[in-house]
T-cell receptor
Framework: ETGVTQTPRHLVMGMTNKKSLKCEQHLGHNAMYWYKQSAKKPLELMFVYNFKEQTENNSVPSRFSPECPNSSHLFLHLHTLQPEDSALYLC??????????????FGPGTRLTVL | AQSVAQPEDQVNVAEGNPLTVKCTYSVSGNPYLFWYVQYPNRGLQFLLKYITGDNLVKGSYGFEAEFNKSQTSFHLKKPSALVSDSALYFCAVRDISGGYNKLIFGAGTRLAVHP
């Protein structure tokens, strides 16, 4: 893979559960991202962190709560989700959010199923 | 607002034939364009990018893309397709609204290369 790891790879949860997704990057990057990938829809940017500060919250429902304790780790805390939240959640990192030239490096994703 | 469009949900190609995956863009200012590939159960992998300079950009795995300003297109190409090229391909454009860099992705095109 590309130096970005995500755990767990698969998660099944009920609507009343609380769970967390974890992302770790080993590339020395300063920006980290959460995306949602649903079938037959474009990737949806959810959150952006730049030097541990949240710089984007793309109208994401409050049942998704991100946390970025340092530039290498990113979490997505989940609670009271809905079945329509079932999707592949992708984490990405890049050298610096403000640079125009830097591509993003993606993790393998967490396949989430909400029952 | 910046956007990209991938007009084909799926492209079918015989192995050994040339392939083209189409992308058109709409931007204000200079376009910074990217192609990513997603293999099954994997995250997105960066293929190539256009920032400035030559209109023909070469990338990973023998892929290239041609930037055409007059047609606002950035089509992905490969002279001879392999079965292993079968995957989901995403075009993306840089968006700096909000004062920082993020990518806007197309809906993706599934490439199927048949033996």
């Amino acid at each position: 893979e590309t130096g970005v790891t995500q755990t767990p790879r698969h998660l099944v949860m009920g609507m009343t559960n609380k769970k967390s997704l974890k992302c770790e990057q080993h590339l020395g990057h300063n920006a980290m991202y959460w995306y949602k990938q649903s079938a037959k829809k474009p990737l949806e940017l959810m959150f952006v962190y730049n030097f541990k500060e949240q710089t984007e919250n793309n109208s994401v429902p409050s049942r998704f709560s991100p946390e970025c304790p340092n530039s290498s780790h990113l979490f997505l805390h989940l609670h009271t989700l809905q079945p329509e939240d079932s999707a592949l959640y992708l984490c990405a990192s890049s050298p610096q959010s403000g640079s125009a030239y830097n591509e993003q490096f993606f993790g393998p994703g967490t396949r989430l199923t909400v029952l | 607002a910046q956007s990209v469009a991938q007009p084909e949900d799926q492209v079918n190609v015989a192995e050994g034939n040339p392939l083209t995956v189409k992308c058109t863009y709409s931007v204000s200012g200079n376009p910074y364009l990217f192609w990513y590939v997603q293999y099954p159960n994997r995250g997105l992998q960066f293929l190539l990018k256009y920032i400035t300079g030559d209109n023909l950009v070469k990338g990973s795995y023998g892929f290239e893309a041609e930037f055409n300003k007059s047609q606002t297109s950035f089509h992905l190409k490969k002279p001879s397709a392999l079965v292993s090229d079968s995957a989901l391909y995403f075009c993306a454009v840089r968006d700096i609204s909000g004062g920082y860099n993020k990518l806007i992705f197309g809906a993706g095109t599934r490439l199927a290369v048949h033996p």
